[in-house]
C-alpha cells in the first residue's frame, strides 16, 4: 500500500477541470483547491511502483503544469505478505 500527498498546480481557471479529472480515477481524493490554481491530492495505491506511476499520470492530464511529491508512505509488511509464524 503506498499513500501520497500530492499538490497539483495548474492555471486558476484549468482547476475545475483538472479536479473533474482526478475525481474520476480510481485511488485519488482530491482535498482542497485554491483560487491561484492548486489542489491538495491524496492518492492511496497498491504495489511498489503504482504511486509512482499516479504521479504520472496526473503529470500528464490537460492543463496541469507540474505535480509535487509532499508525502510518500509505503506499509512493507502488507506488500511482504508478512503474517508471522507460530511455533509448536
Do not use: F, K, W
Not at 475545475?16 to 485554491?34: F, N, P, W
Not at 491524496?42 to 511502483?49: C, L, N, R, S
Not at 504520472?56 to 511482504?80: F, K, M, N, Q, W
Request: aromatic content about 4%; glycine content about 10%.
Amino acid at each position: 500500500m503506498n499513500i501520497c500527498g500530492v499538490l497539483v498546480h495548474t492555471r486558476p481557471e484549468d482547476v475545475s477541470s483538472v479536479r473533474e479529472q482526478l475525481e474520476a480515477m480510481d485511488g485519488i481524493e482530491v482535498h482542497a483547491t485554491t483560487d491561484n490554481g492548486r489542489l491538495v491530492v491524496t492518492v492511496e495505491a497498491d504495489g511498489d511502483g503504482s504511486g509512482a506511476d499516479y504521479l504520472r499520470s496526473i503529470d500528464r492530464l490537460e492543463g496541469v503544469i507540474t505535480t509535487a511529491l509532499v508525502y510518500h508512505y509505503r506499509d512493507p509488511i502488507e506488500e511482504e505478505g508478512c503474517h508471522g509464524t507460530q511455533s509448536a
